[in-house]
């Protein structure tokens, strides 16, 4: 026996507005609750005129349920009989009941007379965020006409209200007069602004900025410069506006200073710049290396160390142990690489000395200008290897 439940249309509404469940989606409910009531009703009259005989057992032992639109599970009707609605998108089935989904939004009355309702929907309707947020007016939606004013009497003109910001729309003030003001109005009473009216002011008879000093007073100002420091183009306005200038210095115009250069600057009192140049940075290095030694006369081997050198600019000085083992006691000569590659030409482009404790061995150390490494020359007083210490500096050429 199956359970042939109405399908709920596919382009059918779930809930209004804010969660409230729609009235298709009510009605179908009601409908499905009906159709389920009306079979269980009708198996249960079945059961009911059922005898109890062996046979009428095994009937009913053969009678499985099968669920049918929007419900699931099925069952021996004697055995397991059990239906489940199907919870779609948007609904939640408990226990006892079907409910809409809570989507998160607030209960809540959103909109008002100053504010406007945001409000997001999902696919079943479902409001899912709502907020609201203050009505915004541009000045180009706001529309009136100008204050006017056409007679010739003493006006007043007052914005009613209290303002707490800037006006929506531009105010237009057209008053009731042109040309000049009369004297009774404040005014100078002249029909132009030259000629007589000009002249009066007391010592116009010269050309130049025009200075008021005091009340009733006026004097003539004429820009200049100071010597070296700026230039004035027709400091007095006459023949045009004013040209001010700063005078050159001496400096080329240009960057000074990078990562390689150190600038140098020259200022005046005033703050101007009146000599650069770069100095180069000198290179800075340190580290260790191991170096290599090459016996070149009365000796067995040569061991250095690890050495440790430093750099600044280009002059290198380095510093290690050696074990040195002539081949018999008295003078010897080895040489020893670099940490850092040059092109020596004379033997004072390296210089330092390597010694031996309680005097057992010495050498003098210059430049191999061949292999371009530093060469030991110097005295051993055992045929054993023997521990020296060796210090030296060099020229990067």
Aim: hydrophobic share 40%; net charge negative.
């Amino acid at each position: 026996m199956a359970l042939n439940l109405p399908r709920l249309p596919r382009a059918a509404q779930i809930v209004e507005k804010l969660g409230t469940p729609a009235v298709a989606f009510q009605v179908w409910w009601q409908t499905v609750a009906k159709a389920i009531e009306d079979q269980v009703t009708d198996l249960l009259a079945l059961i009911a005129r059922v005898t109890t005989t062996e046979a009428d057992i095994a009937a009913l032992e053969a009678v499985n349920l099968t669920a049918g639109s929007g419900l699931t599970g099925g069952g021996n009707i004697l055995t397991s009989p059990t239906f489940n609605v199907g919870a779609g998108t948007g609904i939640t089935v408990n226990a006892d009941d079907v409910a809409i989904t809570a989507t998160g939004v607030t209960a809540a009355t959103y909109g008002s007379a100053s504010s406007v309702a945001v409000i997001a929907l999902n696919a079943q309707g479902q409001a899912t965020s709502a907020s609201s947020i203050p009505i915004a007016v541009t000045s180009s939606q706001v529309t009136g006409t100008d204050l006017t004013k056409t007679d010739d009497t003493n006006v007043t003109l007052t914005l009613g209200g209290t303002p707490t910001g800037s006006l929506l729309k531009a105010v237009s003030l057209t008053l009731g007069w042109t040309g000049t003001l009369s004297v009774a109005r404040g005014g100078t009473g002249g029909g132009a602004a030259s000629g007589t009216l000009l002249d009066n002011i007391t010592g116009f008879g010269s050309t130049g900025h025009l200075v008021r000093t005091a009340a009733g007073s006026y004097a003539f100002r004429t820009i200049t410069g100071t010597a070296s420091n700026i230039s004035v183009t027709n400091g007095s306005g006459v023949s045009g506006n004013p040209t001010i200038d700063l005078i050159d210095t001496a400096v080329t115009p240009g960057s000074y200073g990078s990562s390689t250069s150190i600038p140098s600057i020259t200022f005046d009192a005033k703050g101007r710049a009146t000599a650069a140049s770069g100095n180069t940075i000198p290179t800075l290095d340190s580290g260790t290396y191991s170096p290599t030694g090459t016996g070149t006369s009365n000796i067995d081997s040569v061991t250095p160390s690890t050495a440790l050198y430093t750099r600044v600019g280009n002059i290198v000085t380095v510093s290690c142990l050696i074990a040195v083992d002539a081949t018999a006691a008295g003078n010897f000569s080895f040489r020893m690489t670099l940490p850092v590659a040059t092109n020596m030409t004379a033997s004072q482009h390296c210089s330092g000395c390597m010694t031996a404790d309680q005097q057992r061995g010495y050498a003098r150390i210059s430049a191999d200008s061949v292999n371009d490494e530093a060469q030991f020359d110097g005295y051993s007083s055992s045929a054993s290897s023997i521990n020296m210490t060796c210090t030296f500096q060099y020229r990067v050429l």
